[in-house]
Protein backbone atom coordinates (compact mmCIF):
# COMPACT_ATOMS: atom_id res chain seq x y z
CA UNK A 1 0.00 0.00 0.00
CA UNK A 2 1.40 3.49 -0.83
CA UNK A 3 2.28 6.29 1.95
CA UNK A 4 -0.92 8.45 0.33
CA UNK A 5 -3.35 5.46 0.34
CA UNK A 6 -2.73 4.68 4.18
CA UNK A 7 -2.16 7.79 5.15
CA UNK A 8 -5.98 8.01 3.69
CA UNK A 9 -7.36 5.24 4.96
CA UNK A 10 -5.83 6.46 8.61
CA UNK A 11 -7.86 9.74 8.05
CA UNK A 12 -11.05 8.00 7.43
CA UNK A 13 -10.77 5.50 10.38
CA UNK A 14 -10.07 8.41 12.86
CA UNK A 15 -12.77 10.86 11.59
CA UNK A 16 -15.39 7.56 11.78
CA UNK A 17 -13.97 7.07 15.33
CA UNK A 18 -14.89 10.49 16.32
CA UNK A 19 -18.74 10.68 16.34
CA UNK A 20 -18.83 6.94 17.98
CA UNK A 21 -16.40 9.01 21.08
CA UNK A 22 -19.05 11.73 21.38
CA UNK A 23 -21.96 9.52 20.89
CA UNK A 24 -20.48 7.48 23.87
CA UNK A 25 -19.78 10.79 26.23
CA UNK A 26 -23.18 11.97 25.59
CA UNK A 27 -25.11 8.68 26.16
CA UNK A 28 -23.23 8.40 29.63
CA UNK A 29 -23.62 12.18 30.70
CA UNK A 30 -27.26 12.10 29.91
CA UNK A 31 -27.83 8.48 32.15
CA UNK A 32 -25.84 10.14 34.84
CA UNK A 33 -27.61 13.18 35.24
CA UNK A 34 -30.88 11.22 35.33
CA UNK A 35 -29.55 8.88 37.70
CA UNK A 36 -28.12 11.49 40.76
CA UNK A 37 -30.21 12.45 43.26
CA UNK A 38 -32.69 15.12 42.94
CA UNK A 39 -35.05 16.58 40.85
CA UNK A 40 -34.61 19.73 38.51
CA UNK A 41 -38.30 20.57 39.21
CA UNK A 42 -36.86 21.47 42.63
CA UNK A 43 -34.02 23.64 41.92
CA UNK A 44 -36.83 25.70 39.28
CA UNK A 45 -39.55 26.13 41.39
CA UNK A 46 -38.55 25.15 44.95
CA UNK A 47 -39.24 21.89 47.03
CA UNK A 48 -42.40 23.72 48.48
CA UNK A 49 -44.38 24.34 44.72
CA UNK A 50 -47.61 23.24 44.56
CA UNK A 51 -47.22 19.56 42.76
CA UNK A 52 -49.79 20.95 39.84
CA UNK A 53 -47.24 23.53 39.03
CA UNK A 54 -44.31 20.84 39.52
CA UNK A 55 -46.28 18.26 36.82
CA UNK A 56 -46.85 20.91 34.53
CA UNK A 57 -43.25 21.94 34.22
CA UNK A 58 -42.28 18.61 34.32
CA UNK A 59 -44.61 17.83 31.20
CA UNK A 60 -43.59 21.31 30.04
CA UNK A 61 -39.69 20.13 29.82
CA UNK A 62 -40.50 16.46 28.52
CA UNK A 63 -39.67 14.94 31.51
CA UNK A 64 -43.19 13.32 32.17
CA UNK A 65 -41.74 10.99 29.27
CA UNK A 66 -40.47 7.56 29.43
CA UNK A 67 -36.40 7.65 29.57
CA UNK A 68 -35.64 6.20 25.98
CA UNK A 69 -38.21 8.65 24.75
CA UNK A 70 -36.47 11.28 26.54
CA UNK A 71 -32.89 10.09 24.74
CA UNK A 72 -34.65 9.43 21.71
CA UNK A 73 -35.75 13.27 21.24
CA UNK A 74 -32.36 14.47 22.78
CA UNK A 75 -30.27 12.49 20.10
CA UNK A 76 -32.60 14.05 17.81
CA UNK A 77 -32.08 17.37 18.60
CA UNK A 78 -28.46 16.83 18.85
CA UNK A 79 -28.23 15.49 15.27
CA UNK A 80 -30.13 19.09 14.27
CA UNK A 81 -27.15 20.55 16.49
CA UNK A 82 -29.72 22.05 19.12
CA UNK A 83 -28.16 21.82 22.40
CA UNK A 84 -31.53 23.12 23.79
CA UNK A 85 -31.92 26.02 26.00
CA UNK A 86 -30.88 26.16 29.62
CA UNK A 87 -34.02 25.58 32.68
CA UNK A 88 -32.37 27.60 34.66
CA UNK A 89 -32.17 30.76 32.76
CA UNK A 90 -35.38 30.64 30.86
CA UNK A 91 -34.87 31.30 27.16
CA UNK A 92 -31.53 31.36 26.66
CA UNK A 93 -30.19 28.67 24.77
CA UNK A 94 -27.07 26.34 25.43
CA UNK A 95 -25.32 28.14 22.18
CA UNK A 96 -25.98 31.63 23.42
CA UNK A 97 -24.40 30.85 26.85
CA UNK A 98 -21.28 28.83 24.46
CA UNK A 99 -21.01 32.33 22.78
CA UNK A 100 -21.34 34.33 26.14
CA UNK A 101 -18.76 32.26 28.23
CA UNK A 102 -16.22 30.85 26.03
CA UNK A 103 -14.23 33.53 24.85
CA UNK A 104 -13.17 33.41 28.77
CA UNK A 105 -12.24 30.21 28.92
CA UNK A 106 -10.00 30.12 25.38
CA UNK A 107 -8.06 33.09 26.71
CA UNK A 108 -7.09 31.50 30.44
CA UNK A 109 -6.21 28.29 28.50
CA UNK A 110 -3.96 30.07 26.12
CA UNK A 111 -2.71 32.27 28.81
CA UNK A 112 -2.16 29.43 31.02
CA UNK A 113 -0.79 27.12 28.33
CA UNK A 114 1.91 29.58 27.24
CA UNK A 115 3.08 29.71 30.91
CA UNK A 116 3.13 26.41 31.25
CA UNK A 117 5.27 25.86 27.65
CA UNK A 118 7.88 28.02 28.60
CA UNK A 119 8.11 26.98 32.08
CA UNK A 120 7.95 23.20 31.34
CA UNK A 121 10.28 23.64 28.24
CA UNK A 122 13.20 25.65 30.25
CA UNK A 123 12.99 23.82 33.27
CA UNK A 124 12.88 20.30 31.59
CA UNK A 125 15.49 21.17 29.52
CA UNK A 126 17.91 22.47 32.11
CA UNK A 127 17.25 19.51 34.08
CA UNK A 128 17.95 16.96 30.99
CA UNK A 129 21.46 18.86 29.74
CA UNK A 130 22.61 18.23 33.57
CA UNK A 131 21.88 14.77 34.01
CA UNK A 132 22.83 13.83 38.13
CA UNK A 133 23.54 17.39 39.48
CA UNK A 134 21.20 19.32 41.66
CA UNK A 135 19.62 21.08 38.33
CA UNK A 136 18.38 17.11 37.91
CA UNK A 137 16.84 16.92 40.88
CA UNK A 138 15.45 20.12 41.09
CA UNK A 139 13.73 19.43 37.64
CA UNK A 140 12.12 15.78 39.05
CA UNK A 141 11.34 17.33 42.17
CA UNK A 142 9.45 20.19 40.04
CA UNK A 143 7.35 18.34 37.69
CA UNK A 144 6.24 15.98 41.15
CA UNK A 145 4.90 18.55 42.93
CA UNK A 146 2.86 20.65 40.33
CA UNK A 147 1.78 17.26 39.29
CA UNK A 148 0.92 16.12 42.94
CA UNK A 149 -0.31 20.04 44.37
CA UNK A 150 -4.13 20.57 43.98
CA UNK A 151 -5.16 23.22 41.53
CA UNK A 152 -7.67 24.90 43.55
CA UNK A 153 -5.72 24.93 47.08
CA UNK A 154 -2.80 26.50 45.07
CA UNK A 155 -5.01 29.12 43.28
CA UNK A 156 -6.31 30.08 46.96
CA UNK A 157 -2.50 29.93 47.96
CA UNK A 158 -1.61 32.64 45.42
CA UNK A 159 -4.97 34.34 46.33
CA UNK A 160 -4.21 34.42 50.10
CA UNK A 161 -0.81 35.73 49.34
CA UNK A 162 -0.86 38.06 46.66
CA UNK A 163 -4.39 39.52 46.59
CA UNK A 164 -5.55 39.46 50.30
CA UNK A 165 -2.08 40.32 52.24
CA UNK A 166 0.04 41.64 49.70
CA UNK A 167 -2.83 43.68 47.59
CA UNK A 168 -1.35 43.00 44.14
CA UNK A 169 -3.97 41.72 42.47
CA UNK A 170 -7.76 41.63 42.32
CA UNK A 171 -9.79 38.81 43.16
CA UNK A 172 -12.02 37.31 41.20
CA UNK A 173 -14.06 38.53 37.67
CA UNK A 174 -12.43 38.76 34.22
CA UNK A 175 -12.58 42.46 33.89
CA UNK A 176 -13.21 45.67 36.63
CA UNK A 177 -17.07 46.29 36.74
CA UNK A 178 -16.45 49.78 37.33
CA UNK A 179 -14.98 50.04 34.05
CA UNK A 180 -15.87 48.78 29.94
CA UNK A 181 -15.03 45.80 28.71
CA UNK A 182 -12.91 45.86 25.91
CA UNK A 183 -15.69 44.94 22.91
CA UNK A 184 -14.67 42.94 19.77
CA UNK A 185 -15.54 40.29 17.16
CA UNK A 186 -13.45 37.63 19.21
CA UNK A 187 -14.68 37.90 22.40
CA UNK A 188 -10.58 37.54 23.88
CA UNK A 189 -10.04 40.43 25.73
CA UNK A 190 -6.44 40.78 24.70
CA UNK A 191 -7.13 40.63 21.30
CA UNK A 192 -9.96 42.75 21.12
CA UNK A 193 -8.16 45.49 23.25
CA UNK A 194 -5.36 45.23 20.72
CA UNK A 195 -6.95 45.57 17.62
CA UNK A 196 -8.59 48.97 19.29
CA UNK A 197 -5.43 49.83 19.91
CA UNK A 198 -6.53 50.52 23.76
CA UNK A 199 -3.62 49.78 25.62
CA UNK A 200 -4.60 50.62 29.02
CA UNK A 201 -7.58 47.94 28.63
CA UNK A 202 -5.13 45.43 27.35
CA UNK A 203 -3.04 46.24 30.48
CA UNK A 204 -5.95 45.57 32.72
CA UNK A 205 -7.33 42.20 30.99
CA UNK A 206 -3.56 40.94 31.28
CA UNK A 207 -3.40 42.27 35.42
CA UNK A 208 -6.92 40.60 35.92
CA UNK A 209 -5.53 36.89 33.88
CA UNK A 210 -2.51 37.59 35.80
CA UNK A 211 -2.82 34.95 38.79
CA UNK A 212 -5.51 32.79 37.22
CA UNK A 213 -3.46 31.83 34.34
CA UNK A 214 -0.30 31.59 36.71
CA UNK A 215 -2.16 28.79 38.77
CA UNK A 216 -2.80 26.67 35.36
CA UNK A 217 0.57 27.10 33.65
CA UNK A 218 2.77 26.32 36.82
CA UNK A 219 0.40 23.27 37.43
CA UNK A 220 0.07 21.90 34.18
CA UNK A 221 4.28 22.67 33.50
CA UNK A 222 4.93 19.94 35.37
CA UNK A 223 3.32 17.46 32.75
CA UNK A 224 5.62 19.75 30.27
CA UNK A 225 9.18 19.36 31.76
CA UNK A 226 8.81 15.17 32.47
CA UNK A 227 8.23 14.96 28.95
CA UNK A 228 10.99 16.99 28.01
CA UNK A 229 13.41 16.01 30.44
CA UNK A 230 12.80 12.53 29.84
CA UNK A 231 12.95 12.64 25.72
CA UNK A 232 15.78 15.12 25.41
CA UNK A 233 17.68 13.31 27.77
CA UNK A 234 17.45 10.35 25.27
CA UNK A 235 18.08 12.77 22.10
CA UNK A 236 21.25 13.85 23.68
CA UNK A 237 22.55 10.10 23.70
CA UNK A 238 21.98 10.04 19.71
CA UNK A 239 24.88 9.42 17.39
CA UNK A 240 24.30 12.46 15.73
CA UNK A 241 24.67 14.52 18.86
CA UNK A 242 27.64 12.82 19.51
CA UNK A 243 28.78 13.53 15.75
CA UNK A 244 28.31 17.27 16.61
CA UNK A 245 30.05 17.08 19.98
CA UNK A 246 32.89 16.25 18.28
CA UNK A 247 32.94 18.64 15.72
CA UNK A 248 33.02 20.94 18.49
CA UNK A 249 29.66 22.57 18.17
CA UNK A 250 29.11 24.35 21.47
CA UNK A 251 26.25 22.43 23.88
CA UNK A 252 24.07 24.91 24.04
CA UNK A 253 23.66 25.15 20.02
CA UNK A 254 23.58 21.42 20.19
CA UNK A 255 20.55 21.54 22.41
CA UNK A 256 18.92 24.05 20.96
CA UNK A 257 19.29 23.33 17.24
CA UNK A 258 19.56 19.72 16.99
CA UNK A 259 18.11 17.28 20.46
CA UNK A 260 15.38 19.68 21.12
CA UNK A 261 13.97 19.59 18.02
CA UNK A 262 13.34 16.19 18.00
CA UNK A 263 12.72 15.53 21.49
CA UNK A 264 9.77 18.60 20.93
CA UNK A 265 7.48 15.77 19.05
CA UNK A 266 6.03 14.08 21.45
CA UNK A 267 5.66 17.17 23.36
CA UNK A 268 3.81 19.07 21.01
CA UNK A 269 1.48 15.57 20.89
CA UNK A 270 0.65 16.36 24.51
CA UNK A 271 0.04 20.26 23.77
CA UNK A 272 -2.44 19.78 21.81
CA UNK A 273 -4.62 17.10 24.08
CA UNK A 274 -3.57 19.26 26.89
CA UNK A 275 -5.35 22.44 25.22
CA UNK A 276 -8.01 20.50 24.36
CA UNK A 277 -9.00 18.86 28.04
CA UNK A 278 -8.02 22.30 29.31
CA UNK A 279 -10.34 23.74 27.67
CA UNK A 280 -13.55 21.89 29.69
CA UNK A 281 -11.79 20.73 32.29
CA UNK A 282 -10.49 24.08 34.17
CA UNK A 283 -13.16 23.67 36.32
CA UNK A 284 -10.73 24.04 39.53
CA UNK A 285 -9.64 27.25 38.25
CA UNK A 286 -12.44 29.06 37.22
CA UNK A 287 -14.19 28.09 40.31
CA UNK A 288 -11.71 29.60 42.50
CA UNK A 289 -11.19 33.03 40.76
CA UNK A 290 -14.60 33.23 39.85
CA UNK A 291 -13.44 33.31 36.00
CA UNK A 292 -16.69 33.77 33.96
CA UNK A 293 -15.71 30.99 31.85
CA UNK A 294 -17.51 28.43 29.88
CA UNK A 295 -16.11 25.83 32.58
CA UNK A 296 -17.41 27.70 35.67
CA UNK A 297 -20.88 27.91 34.01
CA UNK A 298 -21.18 23.74 33.33
CA UNK A 299 -20.02 24.02 37.65
CA UNK A 300 -23.47 26.20 38.07
CA UNK A 301 -25.14 24.30 35.57
CA UNK A 302 -24.39 20.81 37.27
CA UNK A 303 -25.39 22.36 40.66
CA UNK A 304 -28.64 23.48 40.03
CA UNK A 305 -29.53 20.17 37.88
CA UNK A 306 -30.07 21.72 34.83
CA UNK A 307 -29.54 19.17 32.06
CA UNK A 308 -30.06 20.44 28.70
CA UNK A 309 -26.92 22.81 29.73
CA UNK A 310 -24.62 20.05 31.07
CA UNK A 311 -25.62 18.11 28.18
CA UNK A 312 -25.18 20.37 25.43
CA UNK A 313 -21.34 21.78 26.88
CA UNK A 314 -20.66 18.13 27.63
CA UNK A 315 -21.15 17.75 23.70
CA UNK A 316 -19.79 20.98 22.98
CA UNK A 317 -16.21 19.86 25.07
CA UNK A 318 -16.05 16.73 23.85
CA UNK A 319 -16.32 17.47 20.02
CA UNK A 320 -13.41 19.74 20.64
CA UNK A 321 -11.34 17.17 22.20
CA UNK A 322 -12.49 14.94 18.97
CA UNK A 323 -11.45 16.96 16.48
CA UNK A 324 -8.05 18.23 18.24
CA UNK A 325 -7.36 14.87 18.89
CA UNK A 326 -7.79 13.65 15.18
CA UNK A 327 -5.80 16.35 13.99
CA UNK A 328 -2.61 15.68 15.88
CA UNK A 329 -3.27 11.81 14.89
CA UNK A 330 -3.23 13.09 11.64
CA UNK A 331 -0.51 15.50 11.74
CA UNK A 332 1.60 12.85 13.52
CA UNK A 333 0.79 9.91 11.27
CA UNK A 334 1.74 12.56 8.11
CA UNK A 335 5.23 13.01 10.16
CA UNK A 336 5.66 9.91 10.77
CA UNK A 337 4.65 6.54 8.86
CA UNK A 338 5.05 4.12 11.16
CA UNK A 339 2.33 5.12 13.96
CA UNK A 340 -0.80 4.65 10.94
CA UNK A 341 -2.13 1.09 12.30
Not at 34 to 62: F, I, N, Y
Not at 106 to 131: D, F, H, K, Q
Request: hydrophobic content about 50%; glycine content about 8%.
Amino acid sequence: MSRSNSLRLYVISRLLLAPLMIWTITTVVFLLMRATPGDPVDALLGSRAPEAAKALMRTKLGLDQPLPKQYLDYLGDLLSFNLGSSLASQGQTVWQIIGDHFPATVELTLCGMIIAAAVGLTVGSIAASRPNTVFDAGGRVFGIVTYAVPMYWFGMILQLVFSVQLGWFPIGTRFPLSQIAPAGPTGLYLLDSLLHGDLAQFGTTVYYLALPSLTLGILISGVFERIVRVNLRQTLKADYVEAARARGISEFRIITAHALKNAMIPVITILGLTFASLLGGAVLTEVTFSWPGLANRLYEAISQRDYPVVQGLMVFFAAIVALVSIAIDILNAYVDPRIRY
